[in-house]
C-alpha cells in the first residue's frame, strides 16, 4: 500500500515537472519573436495611452529604452503564452477530477484565456488614459510636467497584467459558488468585507494614489458581483431541476 502511495507521488510529481518544464520551454520558444514585435507594440501602446494629449516622453539614460523593450517583450511573451499554460496546468489537474468537473475546467481554459486579454484591452484603452489625463490635470503656469518613458510604461505593462489576473475574478466566484466550496449565500453576506479586501489588494498591486487604486478595485468589485450573479442563476437552475426530479 505505502508502495502504491510512493509510485503515485513520484507519478503526480514527474507530471507537476513536465508541466512546468513545457510552460518554461514555450515562453522560451516564443521570446525571440516576442522581442522582434516588441518595438512596434511599445510605440502602438505609448500612443494609445497618450492619446492627443500632446505628452512627450523622455529618457534619461541611454540603454533605458532598451531595457523597457525587454520588459514590453517579456510581457507579450506571458500574453501569447497563456492560454498554453493554463492549458497545461489544467491538464495537471484533470486527471484527480471527475468526467463533468472535466468538462467544466476545459470550458475554464477559454473562458480564462478572453477574460484575460480583456482584462488587457480594458486597462490600456480605458484605465491608462484616465490616469494620464488625471495627471495632466495638475499642471499650472509654475508646474510643468516632464513624464518619463520608463515609468509610463512600467506602470502601463504591470497595470495590464494586474487588469488581466483581477478580470479571472468572476470565473473564479462562479466555480467556488458551483463546486459547493463556498455556497452563494454564505460569500453574498460577506460584500463588505470582500470590498475591503479588494480596496487592500488595490492599495498594494497600484501605484500610491487613490484614481488608480480605485480603478482597480471598483472594475474587479463588479466582476465579482457579475460571477455571482451567474452563480445564483446556476443554483437556481439546479434547484428548480431538482425539485422537477423529486415530483416525478
Known amino acids: 500500500m505505502q508502495e502504491e502511495n510512493n509510485e503515485s507521488l513520484i507519478t503526480h510529481l514527474e507530471a507537476l515537472r513536465e508541466t512546468i518544464l513545457k510552460s518554461l520551454i514555450s515562453i522560451a520558444v516564443v521570446l525571440p519573436i516576442a522581442f522582434i514585435v516588441a518595438p512596434k507594440a511599445l510605440d502602438m501602446l505609448i500612443k494609445i495611452i497618450l492619446g492627443d494629449s500632446k505628452i512627450t516622453l523622455n529618457y534619461f539614460s541611454p540603454a533605458e529604452?532598451?531595457?523597457i523593450q525587454i520588459k514590453t517583450?517579456?510581457?507579450?511573451?506571458?500574453?501569447?503564452?497563456?492560454?498554453?499554460?493554463?492549458?497545461?496546468?489544467?491538464?495537471f489537474l484533470l486527471p484527480a477530477l471527475y468526467e463533468h468537473e472535466r468538462k467544466f475546467i476545459k470550458s475554464i481554459v477559454l473562458i480564462s484565456t478572453t477574460l484575460f486579454i480583456i482584462g488587457v484591452l480594458f486597462?490600456?484603452?480605458?484605465?491608462?488614459?484616465?490616469?494620464?489625463?488625471f495627471g495632466m490635470n495638475f499642471?499650472?503656469?509654475?508646474?510643468?510636467?516632464?513624464?518619463?518613458?520608463?515609468?509610463?510604461?512600467t506602470l502601463?505593462?504591470?497595470?495590464?497584467?494586474?487588469?488581466?489576473?483581477?478580470?479571472?475574478?468572476?470565473?473564479?466566484?462562479?466555480?467556488?459558488?458551483?463546486?459547493?466550496?463556498?455556497s452563494y449565500e454564505?460569500?453574498?453576506?460577506?460584500?463588505?468585507?470582500?470590498?475591503?479586501?479588494?480596496?487592500?489588494?488595490?492599495?498594494?498591486?497600484?501605484?500610491?494614489?487613490?484614481?488608480?487604486?480605485?480603478?482597480?478595485?471598483?472594475?474587479?468589485?463588479?466582476?465579482?458581483?457579475?460571477?455571482l450573479f451567474f452563480a445564483k442563476i446556476k443554483n437556481n437552475n439546479k434547484s428548480n431541476d431538482d425539485n422537477l426530479e423529486e415530483n416525478q
Not at 123 to 133: G, Q, S, Y
Not at 139 to 153: L, R, Y
Open 73 to 91: 517583450a517579456v510581457v507579450i511573451d506571458l500574453i501569447i503564452c497563456f492560454p498554453y499554460i493554463a492549458k497545461k496546468i489544467w491538464d
Open 156 to 182: 502601463a505593462l504591470w497595470l495590464s497584467i494586474i487588469f488581466g489576473l483581477m478580470f479571472q475574478v468572476p470565473l473564479i466566484t462562479f466555480y467556488l459558488v458551483k463546486s459547493g466550496i463556498i
Open 123 to 133: 486597462c490600456i484603452f480605458l484605465i491608462l488614459p484616465l490616469i494620464i489625463k
Open 186 to 227: 454564505s460569500i453574498a453576506d460577506k460584500r463588505s468585507y470582500i470590498i475591503v479586501i479588494l480596496l487592500i489588494i488595490a492599495g498594494i498591486l497600484t501605484p500610491p494614489d487613490v484614481m488608480s487604486q480605485l480603478m482597480l478595485a471598483v472594475p474587479t468589485y463588479l466582476l465579482f458581483e457579475a460571477g
Open 65 to 67: 529604452v532598451f531595457l
Open 139 to 153: 499642471t499650472t503656469a509654475n508646474i510643468q510636467p516632464v513624464f518619463g518613458i520608463s515609468n509610463v510604461v
